[in-house]
């Protein structure tokens, strides 16, 4: 069996075209533009690249887009008076502080101080809480952009047997939340899971996100196995830099029915549904429709 890809990168290109549709519908029929703040503390080269990024797909699919950066040394104080300000300003409908945050700053005080309901990034505790009771909530990117493309290539995940590999607060859990939403039975399986080869064999669905380069060999991995590899490591070999995922992606595409690639993957989904969740933020404050296929 040679498994199919699950291309990630047109994938998302097909969600931003679908966010720009209905951004254009929301100017044309209501007079009203999305907008996402991004808010840069210091100067950490990886988060300004994602940053540079997600600014231009923004403004590319016709929001509005506010970048904040600030220097590196920046008081909690101040960081705090300008999320508030960002709460109170009718025209931004989603907020985003770029992580990691200077050592000096509560992280999970910032994230807490970011109003619910413009939390686009989906880790305000509320959101967290409503996620994990089944109700409406603003959805962390990475495991609705994962949830996204299990449902197109699946159709129904109902029944299904899913393990997500890794227990962070930004992707395990919530991807975990989320496929018992679309009535999976799911295992969190980690690193101190006893016989965690055994554990993912039984799965139907894969998720891996450990941040472990290629952890998930492919004698792991079902006949027929659906496997989504969030992870991203840079590794040297043969005296190259090389992205690689979890998974070991030559064996496990041997054995699995469907696989995402690193890179081109679950990466370019992870803006392409921040966009999604600025636009859902838009409709549920102006009391409209939620936008079809770009929510949980």
């Not at 990886?46 to 506010?66: C, D, I």
């Not at 992870?231 to 041997?254: Q, T």
């Not at 989904?269 to 999604?276: E, H, K």
Request: glycine share 10%; hydrophobic share 40%.
């Amino acid at each position: 069996m040679v498994a199919q890809v699950i291309d990630g990168k047109a994938f998302a290109a097909k969600v931003r075209a679908q966010v720009a549709d209905q951004v254009a519908k929301l100017k044309e029929e209501n007079g009203i533009t999305p907008g996402l703040a991004v808010v840069l503390v210091g100067e950490d080269p990886a988060s300004q690249v994602y940053v540079r990024s997600k600014g231009k797909q923004t403004v590319e699919v016709g929001m509005n887009s506010y970048e904040h950066k600030l220097d590196v040394d920046t008081s909690e104080e101040d960081l705090l008076a300008l999320i508030d300000k960002l709460n109170n300003d009718p025209a931004v409908h989603g907020i985003l502080v770029q992580l990691p945050l200077p050592k000096h700053l509560n992280e999970d005080l910032v994230i807490n101080s970011i109003d619910p309901a413009k939390d686009v990034d989906g880790f305000h505790i509320s959101n967290v809480g409503l996620l994990g009771t089944g109700q409406k909530s603003m959805v962390p990117c990475t495991p609705l952009g994962c949830l996204m493309m299990l449902r197109d290539y699946h159709g129904s995940l109902s029944g299904m047997d899913a393990v997500v590999i890794g227990r962070s607060n930004i992707v395990g859990k919530p991807m975990a939340q989320l496929l018992l939403g679309d009535s999976c039975t799911v295992t969190i399986a980690h690193s101190r899971t006893k016989d965690l080869p055994d554990v993912v064999r039984r799965a139907d669905i894969v998720v891996a996100a450990v941040g472990r380069p290629e952890m998930v060999p492919g004698d792991w991995i079902k006949e027929g196995a659906t496997v989504i590899d969030v992870g991203i490591n840079r590794i040297e070999r043969d005296g190259k830099n090389k992205l690689v995922g979890d998974v070991d992606y030559a064996s496990a595409a041997e054995r699995a029915g469907a696989i995402t690639p690193v890179p081109g993957g679950v990466g370019p989904m992870t803006i392409a549904c921040l966009l999604a969740n600025t636009l859902t933020a838009c409709c549920r404050s102006n009391g409209l429709p939620e936008p079809e296929g770009l929510t949980a």
